[in-house]
């Protein structure tokens, strides 16, 4: 299967979980690991696995995936298998305004599914959130086990 993993990163906290996505797959697999300014159309093509990741940044994919899902025309995707993640902050542990803000603004990974699905992919995966501490990160304790555990669930026939 070729897998093209595109994302965006911000303090290298996403390009740390692309990487351990993209690197779980065995050598059976052909992986494309590219970061969302250096996309184009060609990328996709033989494309059969399409993960897509970003920071959360205001409930949103940051403008550089916006960019990237924008450009993708309309049917691009189809018998395409799509998933997306993201990282963000972890509802535990905030203060009561900050929770009630994460949940009112959301995260980005179901924004990208929802773009996704409507440029024709097909969804294989719930969008799944990986936790950093603080803005500029770390990640979270075993968050880059937990994304090399989700792409290893990830259908890859």
Avoid at 12 to 30: L, P, Q, V
Avoid at 32 to 53: H, P, Y
Avoid at 102 to 117: F, H, M, N, S
Avoid at 134 to 149: F, V
Wanted: proline share 4%; net charge neutral.
């Amino acid at each position: 299967m070729n897998i093209l993993v595109v994302y965006d990163s911000m303090y290298g906290n996403t390009k740390k979980i692309a990487g351990a996505i993209a690197n779980c797959f065995d050598s059976t697999h052909k992986t494309n690991l590219l970061i969302a300014g250096d996309f184009t159309s060609q990328n996709l093509i033989d494309a059969e696995l399409l993960i897509v990741g970003t920071p959360t940044q205001g409930g949103r994919p940051t403008e550089n995936i916006q960019e990237f899902l924008e450009q993708l025309p309309m049917n691009s995707l189809q018998g395409i298998k799509v998933a997306a993640f993201d990282t963000r902050f972890s509802e535990n542990g905030q203060n009561f305004a900050l929770r009630m803000l994460l949940r009112t603004v959301g995260y980005a990974a179901p924004r990208i599914i929802d773009e996704l699905k409507i440029k024709g992919g097909n969804v294989i995966a719930s969008p799944e959130g990986f936790i950093v501490s603080r803005k500029e990160g770390p990640l979270a304790e075993n968050e880059l086990e937990r994304a090399k555990t989700w792409a290893a669930k990830l259908p890859t026939l």
